[in-house]
């Protein structure tokens, strides 16, 4: 580490805001609060400047994706320039790089404000803030599919500077997360920098403590697969040491609710376990819209009811949710249940019902009876309605799938369970 500053400054770190990003799964369900969840990437936005208002930053950082693919929506550009036109308001800078969702975006072209400062994406750019004793090192993406190590190119820490490198990079791999601009920490460590701010990884994630190595976190989540709180980090820089703190600033929550129903007998019991996961939802969510997707899982003796009457369950479950008077939305409900007795316990049997089992367990295997099945199966597919009226079973994705002896094999043990069950 150089030998840094002595002025104590703040400032933020974000990353992957995805601006105007369409949300994933709202449109195929009813009384979708589709408006407000489209909005949220802007208010989220709306936040980080209000926070760096409210806490006098110095400057801003976005480490990537700020612009989502290559849409040129001029919608997109007058509200970015706005909310930047307020930070410049009140004397904050931005320094921002291109990751791979923004790195062909139309709207680099655009007129950018005068306090944000788009580093090159041909080399590593180093940019200097006097009055703090500031060097903030970046390289935006030149293409969306960058796979060069491009913290090689940063240069040394500057001696006597507080050093800070801007990078959108997946490190040496992460699962959810395609590997660009791929490097290791002790590349980053190398430099010498005082912080590095990091954007591509969706979730906070403090991967160095000194120098502090950071990935601030998508600011808004865009689909059930980025629950929980998001945010920015702010950064408060004191005669040289960092003190880091994750900020939540979404408007709107996503949630991913697994519900065990196997010491569950009853549908009122089903129905209160439901309740009570979405108040806790509501709860965290803390006055922000949530969206919910919903999975009733376990061996349960509702397993035969659930499956004969799932849709009114279904049905029933929304308007629980909406009388609960919290800003709660589902936005999908998976049933993947299971009877209490297995294929085999119930093969086992020495009965017409264990008989059955022992037949349809070899069903699979019968490419002719496959093959009608398939015909017979496509059919009711093309008459489904877009989204299939929310209806997510086990059944139902194994015959998306076209994986048909799935198929025959779950409903094979949901027929034998339910006439075990009715003995």
């Known amino acids: 580490m150089t030998e840094a500053a002595s002025q104590n400054f703040k400032f933020l770190h974000a990353a992957d805001i995805h601006l105007d990003s369409p949300m994933r799964g709202l449109s195929n369900y009813e009384n979708a609060p589709v408006e407000a969840m489209r909005g949220a990437t802007r208010a989220a936005l709306s936040n980080l400047v209000d926070l760096a208002i409210a806490e006098a930053c110095a400057f801003v950082l976005i480490a990537g994706d700020l612009f989502d693919g ?35 975006t139309p709207l680099k ?42 913290a090689e190119t940063y240069p040394i820490a500057v001696p006597d500077s ?24 002790d590349d980053l460590k190398g430099k010498g920098y005082d ?26 989540g865009r689909s059930v697969r980025e629950t929980g709180p998001k945010g920015a980090v702010l950064v408060n820089v004191e005669a040289g040491a960092v003190r880091v703190q994750p900020r939540i600033l979404d408007a709107a929550r996503w949630a991913d609710v697994g519900i065990d129903l196997t010491a569950t007998a009853s549908r009122d019991g089903l129905l209160g376990l439901v ?4 108040v806790n939802v509501a709860d965290e969510a803390d006055d922000r819209v949530a969206a919910v997707r919903l999975t009733l899982r376990g061996r349960t003796p509702l397993h035969a009811e659930i499956s004969r009457h799932e849709r009114t369950l279904v049905e029933d479950i929304h308007v629980l949710a909406s009388g609960l008077g919290r800003d709660v939305w589902l936005e999908k409900i998976r049933f993947r249940t299971e009877a209490t007795l297995t294929s085999t316990e119930i093969a086992a049997r020495d009965d017409a019902v264990g008989d059955l089992a022992a037949r349809l367990a070899g069903a699979g295997q019968d490419g002719d009876l496959m093959a009608l099945i398939a015909d017979d199966v496509k059919a009711l597919l093309n008459k489904l309605p877009a989204g299939g009226n929310g209806l997510d079973s086990a059944l139902l994705q194994a015959a998306l799938a076209q994986d048909f002896a799935q198929l025959v094999a779950d409903a094979s043990a949901d027929l034998v369970a339910q006439l075990a069950e009715g003995d």
Request: some cysteine; hydrophobic content about 40%.
């Open 162 to 185: 507080f050093n800070i490198g801007i990078l959108h990079t997946a490190l040496t791999g992460h699962a959810a997360h395609e590997l660009y601009a791929p490097c290791s920490l």
């Open 275 to 278: 309740r009570q996961n979405l």
């Open 109 to 150: 072209a655009m007129p950018w404000p005068e306090n944000v400062k788009l580093l090159s994406n041909r080399r590593a750019e180093s940019v200097s803030v006097p009055e703090l004793n500031v060097t903030i090192h970046g390289r935006s993406f030149a293409r969306r599919d960058e796979d060069r190590n491009l």
């Open 195 to 220: 912080y590095w701010a990091l954007g591509h990884v969706h979730d906070f994630s403090q991967r160095h403590a000194d120098p502090p190595i950071i990935y601030a976190g998508n600011l808004q």
């Open 70 to 104: 290559n849409q040129r929506d001029i919608g997109t550009a007058h509200f970015f320039a706005r909310q930047m036109a307020r930070l410049g308001e009140n004397g904050i800078n931005v320094y921002v790089v291109f990751g791979n969702h923004d790195a062909e």
